[in-house]
């Protein structure tokens, strides 16, 4: 309930200091746009160029050969073997 009251008295006040103060208010605020957009371009900038570099690694790094088959035919094999033994022991219960 406080904060609510505080909140409510916090906007009162910021609404009454804009409407007494606004030629300063739009000074200040003539002055914060351009500098946010400067900052902000230059974000975009650094992350745009972050991507690019990362873009550039994925096409230098030579992709790997597939698995051999026979890792592929042992893998197979195996699972075979489980899957009986799985059957075995579904039986036995």
């Known amino acids: 309930m406080k904060t609510l009251v505080g909140g409510v008295i916090a906007a009162i006040l910021g609404v009454v200091g ?3 103060w606004f030629p300063q208010f739009l000074v200040v605020l003539a002055g914060t746009i351009p500098a946010m957009l400067l900052l902000g371009g230059a974000l ?3 992350l745009g160029v972050d ?4 873009t550039w690694k994925e096409a230098e790094t030579p992709v790997s050969d597939p698995a051999p088959s026979e890792d592929v ?4 094999k195996e699972i075979d ?3 009986e033994e799985i059957e075995t022991l579904k039986k036995d219960e």
């Open 51 to 54: 991507e690019l570099k990362d």
């Open 44 to 46: 975009a900038i650094y």
């Open 18 to 20: 804009i409407v007494a």
């Open 73 to 76: 035919e042992k893998y197979k």
């Open 81 to 83: 073997e489980l899957k």
